[in-house]
């Protein structure tokens, strides 16, 4: 996804004069093309992310539609400030784009982690928030955006489905269960894949979707009304619970049970080892979300 969505921003850059890109060195190579034929569009900070977002800000109150990127952690955890205040509360706009996800990188260690960017700018009002499950998913989330004056985060991750679902906004129906299923699960982005060969014993409906924000509860309800039973899971990859309040608002008009599988809230992980060992140690693999599933649905 990042070299794919690279290619898509650098060629808008040729198209759309208010596009410019702003670096903090991570990703500079891939640039390098668009800063030849834009060297006042490409605009490398250095490590400063705090005035990577600040920069932005500026200049998106001149017109411009600033395209941010960096790793997630250094995107959306440590600049935080600039984007509640020089995006949020200057009123202006600009496509983020996050890559290493929850731990994408983990062998770089606790810094390059980032399970809580969703949940921290779930705290913003006025984000459009895609997670995509596959390239071609992230270059028209990424194309959308620019074509927006937006505050937009595009999570990129390095894992993902071995095929596009969706990059609409709505959820889709990826498996549909019974009129008399057990209820429904909402898979967000690169957990899909995962989640269609952990529940394919079970009698659920299976939603996908890779905009988390606005949530569709509209697409929500449909689902559970159709269902045999108003017990939703959701399977997101990072903090577990992150859109419950969302799940909680689209069913506040029916009694329903609902369980967020994701990176876990109560423990931090010190061993660093592969994002597949990460995924084990938060039961974000096959076999743990089938398990949690079993137990959910099976009660």
């Known amino acids: 996804m990042r070299d794919s969505t690279a290619s898509v921003i650098s060629h808008a850059m040729d198209d759309d004069e208010r596009v410019a890109v702003l670096l903090a060195d991570i990703s500079t190579d891939r640039y390098a093309r668009a800063a030849g034929r834009h060297p006042h569009r490409v605009i490398n900070v250095g490590i400063r992310e705090q005035l990577l977002v600040s920069a932005a800000g500026g200049l998106a109150l001149t017109g411009m539609r600033p395209v941010v990127h960096t790793f997630s952690s250094f995107l959306v955890e440590r600049p935080f400030e600039q984007l509640k205040l020089d995006l ?18 983990s062998a770089a260690g606790r810094t390059h982690m980032a399970p809580g960017d969703v949940a921290l700018l779930d705290t913003l009002p006025g984000w459009t928030v895609h997670v995509p499950g596959h390239a071609e998913e992230a270059d028209a989330h990424v194309l959308s955006a620019l074509a927006s004056d937006e505050r937009v985060y595009v999570r990129l991750s390095s894992r993902g489905n071995a ?13 549909e269960g019974s009129a008399h299923s057990a209820g429904v699960v909402v898979a967000v982005g690169p957990m899909l894949d995962r989640v269609l ?3 394919r014993e079970l009698d659920v409906t299976v939603l996908y979707t890779s905009t988390v924000r606005p949530f569709d509860r509209a697409g929500l309800n449909r689902a559970v009304a159709a269902a045999g039973t108003a017990d939703v899971l959701v399977v997101e990859p990072y903090l577990a619970g992150t859109s419950a309040h969302e799940i ?3 069913l506040r008009d029916h009694p329903h049970r609902q369980l967020g599988l994701g990176v876990s809230r109560d423990m931090e992980l010190r061993r660093y080892g592969t994002p597949e060992e990460h995924d084990t140690a938060h039961g974000l693999d096959v076999e743990g979300i089938a398990t949690a599933a079993g137990t959910f649905f099976r009660r």
């Open 88 to 105: 949020g509360h200057q009123g202006v706009g600009a496509v983020v784009v996050g890559i290493g996800g929850s731990y994408d990188v």
């Open 163 to 175: 095929a596009s679902h969706s990059w609409g906004p709505n959820l889709v129906t990826v498996r």
């Open 197 to 199: 060969t952990a529940t």
């Open 248 to 250: 909680a608002a689209a």
